[in-house]
């Protein structure tokens, strides 16, 4: 049975029926930071909370473009600096989303590429094999993962043990 997949031009049309889903958006290097922010801007005012896990450089930039109200919704995960293993990382997914009281939940991560060209492929494959789990086979009705990456980067990722199949795939940029 062949997997397809949806293509949307932004987040607006994330809603209950994307929970259990996983969200690829695909968008240009330059406008990273600012697209992380309005990504997460969306979630949060669509009544999603989550964790947002930053591979590529500290969340501090992300931070300072959203408003006190979104940042209240999310936690934020500097896996850039300081080398953080993949055992950090699901045990922050998981604290931090047992701690959530909201029944739409988003795992953001910033700059998938960055994190498989840091770490063994072993560690990769690891990472990504966990969040497969928990979002395909717990059959997650109250969750959503929303990767990114640069324009056209994802096929190498793929290949480099970022084996998770989007359902979406939302084209972003800023004109």
């Keep these: 049975m062949a997997h397809s997949i949806d293509k949307m031009t932004s987040l607006d049309g994330l809603d209950e029926r994307s929970l259990g889903k996983v969200i690829l958006i695909d968008m240009p290097e330059d406008q990273e930071p600012e697209m992380f922010a309005h990504s997460l801007k969306e979630l949060t005012r669509k009544s999603f909370q989550g964790i947002y896990i930053s591979f590529q450089s500290p969340p501090a930039q992300v931070q300072g473009m959203m408003g006190r109200e979104d940042l209240a919704k999310v936690v934020f995960v500097d896996a850039a600096s300081g080398g953080e293993g993949v055992d950090r990382i699901v045990r922050e997914i998981c604290v931090s989303l047992t701690k959530m009281s909201s029944r739409k939940k988003f795992i953001f991560l ?19 094999g966990f969040l497969d789990r928990m979002i395909r086979k717990s059959h997650s009705s109250d969750l959503v993962l929303v990767l990114t990456s640069s324009h056209g980067s994802m096929g190498k990722d793929l290949r480099q043990g970022i084996a998770i199949t989007p359902d979406k795939i939302v084209s972003g940029s800023f004109s």
């Excluded at 560690?123 to 990504?128: G, H, K, S, Y």
């Design 110 to 128: 910033a700059s998938v590429s960055d994190f498989s060209k840091r770490v063994p492929l072993s560690e990769t494959m690891r990472l990504f």
